[in-house]
């Protein structure tokens, strides 16, 4: 049995475009990246949110899903997998500055399809 | 046995509650994109005819889906030289592509062994281990169904659907003379076989839930009659001959040996069942309105049917053992075959308003109801066995119009036209071939 869906964790520190300048080019290269076309109709409404640890070259050291908003399992991991996606391909167009390894080497992502774009 | 990736989901929630992460940045995205997936799909190595075509069939499932899209092979910056080799990662990546599918087929004797593989390409990773199919070599395209319904369900989430087959009613000869027999075909339109001449009109052909028999209304004997097929010898023998009466609009309950159907006497159709194992017949619905297209939920326990019962034809639901039907439909104008889909969620129909037909999905309480064709016929919606796609008659205006097959993905996406040989029309989808 898939876990119950429990509601998404508060926002600590919510960075939008206004916030420090490595967040929002993050956030841009992710979310441009951020594909849920090829998705089941449920995994495409599944919102789920990534714990994220960085080197200081911005690389990858691991990824662990913390939450998702359904208790549907597969929707979760075809979420998850899209989400990851979008990571690895926004991290390759991002620059993030090394100074400020401490603020970005460990993150918290909520990916959340509430709305859509037609391209 | 615990799923690795519900336990892996455990871990996570259990993590929730550390402080680390409350100190963590939090960053959300909202408002992804919503484009067909990027995919490359070398030609399967192995060589030979084989190799290609079910290579072809494979891109031309994932493309059909309107949910993938191929780059082509003049992209490629490297190739794949066998099976076994390492993959270029960057290449691809270079390229835009978001997963990469390569393949072996060894084809001797009659047989052929098709295996591949699937990766996704940014992250580096294979997904899953890969899988292999054997058969005849006469079965090929069923081998490339298979690999495909593997790929689209891994990166979906749906169940698969290519490998399946769709009941039809081929029609020739002119608008006033049509002459209809009974086709069956994959669901892509090929492999056509012919299961009944042109001797007797046939309408409403439905498999039974294993696929192993049809049933179908024809006039052969003037009248229009219910007749049962077994699908392995083609043999044929009538339901429930009443006389004075008229059958039609058969459909199978989900265990496989009760039929539903309506059943006009006196100038009234009534729904009413019949056991195919012991032969007893069981009525429904006693009204004075009309009462047809009978579907069943696919846990047996409800049935959608369409009734005039309110003064126009609307959508009703109702126990399946009888009693008071809810009506489901509310909006303007009147709706038709309801269809409740293989995953429940939904109940496709016909809508007729403004002069035009429509094909439409609506919760099974009547709600978010959402229309996803307009044209000047569309009629006879029936679900792929994955419920996330819809195939139905278009008929196009004017004394020369004829009869076409369409499928629509679920979002109103992706709406084209299914090939057949001559004009087509009422598709009966298969389930998932065993």
């Known amino acids: 049995m898939a876990p119950p869906a429990v509601p998404p964790p508060p926002v600590v520190a919510r960075f939008l475009p206004e916030g420090p300048a490595w967040a929002a080019e993050l956030r841009q290269n992710i979310v441009s990246t951020w594909n849920v076309g090829s998705l089941s109709t449920t995994a495409a409404e599944t919102t789920v949110t990534l714990a994220v640890e960085l080197s200081p070259e911005g690389h ?24 990851k996606r979008a990571l690895h391909r926004g991290l390759m167009r991002s620059h993030l500055p090394a100074a400020e390894y401490a603020a970005w080497h460990q993150l918290l ?11 | 046995m615990k799923h690795p990736f519900l336990a892996a989901l455990m871990v996570a929630f259990a993590t929730l509650a550390s402080p680390v992460l409350a100190e963590e940045p939090h960053i959300v995205f909202d408002n992804p994109v919503i484009e067909p997936m990027p995919f490359a799909l070398p030609v399967f190595s192995g060589g030979g005819d084989a190799a290609a075509n079910i290579t072809q ?14 780059i082509p092979s003049s992209a490629y910056i490297s190739g794949v030289s066998s099976f ?9 990546q270079a390229i ?91 669901y892509d339109g090929a492999n056509v076989q012919y299961l009944t001449d042109s001797k007797s009109i046939v309408l ?54 009760t039929v539903i159907f309506s059943l006009e006497k006196d100038g009234n159709s009534d729904l009413y069942t019949y056991d195919t194992n012991s032969g007893a017949t069981s009525q429904l619905t006693n009204a004075p309105s009309i009462e047809t297209a009978p579907s069943y939920s696919p846990d047996g326990k409800y049935i959608t049917f369409e009734s005039d019962r309110s003064g126009s ?46 094909i439409g999905v609506i919760r099974p309480d009547g709600s978010d109801e959402r229309l996803l064709t307009s044209s000047f016929l569309d009629e006879g919606p029936t679900w792929a066995p994955n419920g996330r796609v819809i195939m139905f008659t278009r008929e196009s205006e004017g004394a020369a119009g004829s009869a076409s097959l369409y499928s629509v993905d679920i979002s109103g996406r992706n709406l084209h036209q299914v090939p057949t040989p001559s004009a087509a029309s009422d598709p009966a989808w298969s389930p998932l071939l065993p």
């Open chain 1, 60 to 83: 990858i050291l691991s990824t662990r899903l913390v939450q998702t908003s359904t208790a549907n399992e597969t929707a979760t991991k075809q979420a998850y997998e899209a989400a």
């Open chain 2, 84 to 92: 076994d080799a390492p993959i270029a990662y960057k290449d691809w």
């Open chain 2, 313 to 358: 034809q609307q959508i009703y639901v109702m126990p399946a053992g009888g009693g008071e039907p809810n009506r489901i439909s509310s909006g303007k104008g009147k709706y038709a075959n309801p269809v409740w889909s293989p995953r429940g969620d939904y109940i496709a129909f016909t809508k007729i308003a403004d002069g035009r037909f429509y």
């Open chain 1, 109 to 119: 992502l909520t990916f959340d399809p509430v709305t859509g774009v037609l391209r």
């Open chain 2, 96 to 186: 835009n592509a978001q997963v990469l599918i390569t393949g072996n087929v060894q084809a001797s004797g009659g047989k052929i062994v098709v295996k591949f593989r699937l990766y996704d390409v940014f992250t580096g990773q294979p997904m899953g281990d890969g899988l292999q199919f054997a058969g005849s070599d006469k079965s090929w395209r069923r081998m490339a169904h298979k690999v495909a319904d593997a790929v689209y369900s891994r990166i979906t989430g749906e169940g698969p659907y290519f490998d399946s087959r769709v009941l039809f009613v081929s029609e020739t000869g002119s608008k006033d003379a049509r002459q209809k027999r009974l086709g069956v075909m994959d």
């Open chain 2, 204 to 257: 409403s052909p439905r498999f039974s839930p294993d696929g192993s028999k049809i049933l179908f209304t024809s006039y052969a004997t003037g009248f229009p009659r219910i007749y049962l097929m077994n699908t392995r010898d083609l043999s044929t023998r009538m339901l429930d001959d009443q006389p004075g009466s008229m059958t039609f609009a058969p459909r199978f309950a989900p265990d496989g040996h």
């Open chain 2, 57 to 70: 069939v494979i891109s031309a499932d994932l493309t059909g889906t309107g949910l993938f899209r191929e």
